[in-house]
Nanobody
Framework: QVRVLESGGSSVQAGGSLKLSCVVS????????MGWYRQAPGKEMESVSR???????TYADPVKGRFTISQDNGRNTLWLQMSSLKTEDTAVYYC?????????WGQGTQVTVSS
């Protein structure tokens, strides 16, 4: 069984920073990438950033230059460093881990950015 647990969400003022963490545990042999997603109130889930097994990263346009995704060498911990936060970054942030072709999701962590 694969378990995904996010942490680090909080309330911050615009312009501030937060670092989200995601720990993947269980039988995680055969990982095929990890990523961060978010869902704002009344909006659909959107991809924020992903990191592939070769270390390559992708970012959604709204967060480019402000967010940085990183992963530990064991590939069971994922981080999302968020800087210059904007009110439109307010959302529940989810971590997803691809393991042996299946996606596993965490429960999400709330990020609230106030003006």
């Amino acid at each position: 069984q694969v378990r995904v647990l996010e942490s680090g969400g909080s309330s911050v003022q615009a312009g501030g920073s937060l670092k989200l963490s995601c720990v993947v545990s269980g039988y995680i042999s055969g990982t095929c990438g990890m990523g961060w997603y978010r869902q704002a109130p009344g909006k659909e889930m959107e991809s924020v950033s992903r990191i592939s097994t070769d270390g390559s990263t992708t970012y959604a346009d709204p967060v480019k230059g402000r967010f940085t995704i990183s992963q530990d060498n064991g590939r069971n911990t994922l981080w999302l460093q968020m800087s210059s936060l904007k009110t439109e970054d307010t959302a529940v942030y989810y971590c997803a881990a691809c393991v042996r072709g299946a996606n596993y999701w965490g429960q999400g962590t709330q990020v609230t950015v106030s003006s």
